[in-house]
């Protein structure tokens, strides 16, 4: 009962990490490297509002995604749009975003484990015999309401409609009148706030650490490549794949395997399948 609980919950946990980065490639068909970063940077944003400033939690975390949000816009419209189309400048420019955002933090004196955010709910209820504490409860609850929102989004507004038409085809978006650089902004941004709430969720299960931003990054590569680059829906059952392998190798070999797992699982995929589960790039086979 243990594995189902805690791999459902670790399992909508990567689906967060992983929904903005899947968004942002599956548009734009950027690599946002500095994902992991604007992870972190969410929430020590956060947490400065809240207590450096003394503004309420909701209101910081409201201010925190619109900040984040225009991050995100910023970042494509000065320094991705220059690199679009060039796949290694692409790579080298938002690592480096994404680096001088976390060593900008370390220097800045964010660094130890003194930080951390306070849950949402306090307290922790049993279900099945086994305890959940209520942060976790939510973190399940809104993932879902995440993932049901973005996919209504995409299927039922204007700029959802252009979103999935210059994900589909970008030639085609053009000759329709999307303007595809806006619309690549615009996915910068929503990629970006997708990640801020993921941070904002999150990590109040445990402190906010610069380092975590690698982690974040790396777990959100293994969904997205598992799942197929460019496939939301992939990347969420790819999320379920590695989130219940993570929870089942904790239980039988230790937590210290669990981003061994993640590893593996890139690994394994582009050995075997190169444009993963649901992945918009063609085959290894069919390219050679």
């Given amino acids: 009962?243990?594995?189902?609980?805690?791999?459902?919950?670790?399992?909508?946990?990567l689906a967060l990490m992983a929904l903005g980065f899947a968004l942002v490639y599956g548009i734009s068909r950027v690599p946002n490297f500095a994902h992991g970063a604007i992870y972190v940077l969410s929430g020590f944003i956060t947490w400065t509002f809240l207590n450096s400033l003394g503004?309420?939690?909701?209101?910081?975390?409201?201010?925190?995604?619109?900040?984040?949000?225009?991050?995100?816009?910023?970042?494509?419209?000065?320094?991705?749009?220059?690199?679009?189309?060039?796949?290694?400048?692409e790579i080298i420019a938002s690592y480096?975003?994404?680096?001088?955002?976390?060593?900008?933090?370390?220097?800045?004196?964010?660094?130890?484990?003194?930080?951390?955010?306070?849950?949402?709910?306090?307290?922790?209820?049993?279900?099945?015999g086994i305890p959940v504490d209520f942060q976790r409860i939510l973190?399940?609850?809104?993932?879902?309401?995440?993932?049901?929102g973005l996919w209504a989004f995409t299927h039922y507004t204007r700029i959802g409609l252009a979103l999935r038409g210059m994900a589909q085809d970008e030639r085609a978006a053009l000759m329709l009148g999307i303007?595809?650089?806006?619309?690549?902004?615009?996915?910068?941004?929503?990629?970006?706030?997708?990640a801020g709430l993921a941070g904002v969720l999150l990590l109040p299960l445990g402190n906010i650490v610069v380092e975590s931003g690698y982690n974040v990054l790396i777990l959100a590569?293994?969904?997205?490549?598992?799942?197929?680059l460019g496939s939301w829906m992939g990347a969420v059952l790819a999320a379920f794949?590695?989130?219940f392998a993570q929870i089942l190798t904790v239980v039988y070999l230790g937590s210290?395997?669990?981003?061994?797992?993640?590893?593996?699982?890139?690994?394994?995929?582009?050995?075997?399948k190169p444009s993963g589960l649901f992945g918009m790039q063609k085959e290894l086979e069919e390219r050679v």
Wanted: glycine share 12%; hydrophobic share 65%.
């Fill in 256 to 272: 210290h395997y669990q981003m061994v797992v993640a590893l593996l699982a890139i690994i394994f995929t582009l050995i075997l």
């Fill in 55 to 89: 503004l309420h939690y909701a209101l910081s975390i409201v201010i925190t995604m619109v900040l984040i949000g225009a991050l995100g816009a910023l970042l494509y419209q000065f320094v991705l749009i220059r690199v679009r189309g060039m796949a290694i400048s």
């Fill in 139 to 148: 973190v399940v609850g809104l993932g879902a309401l995440i993932v049901l």
């Fill in 96 to 128: 480096a975003i994404g680096l001088a955002i976390l060593e900008g933090l370390r220097w800045g004196g964010f660094k130890g484990m003194s930080y951390t955010l306070p849950p949402f709910i306090e307290g922790s209820v049993m279900i099945g």
């Fill in 179 to 194: 303007d595809s650089d806006l619309m690549a902004v615009v996915a910068m941004a929503i990629g970006a706030m997708l």
């Fill in 1 to 13: 009962m243990d594995i189902l609980i805690y791999g459902t919950i670790n399992s909508i946990a």
């Fill in 221 to 228: 590569i293994a969904v997205c490549i598992v799942g197929g």
């Fill in 241 to 243: 794949l590695i989130g």
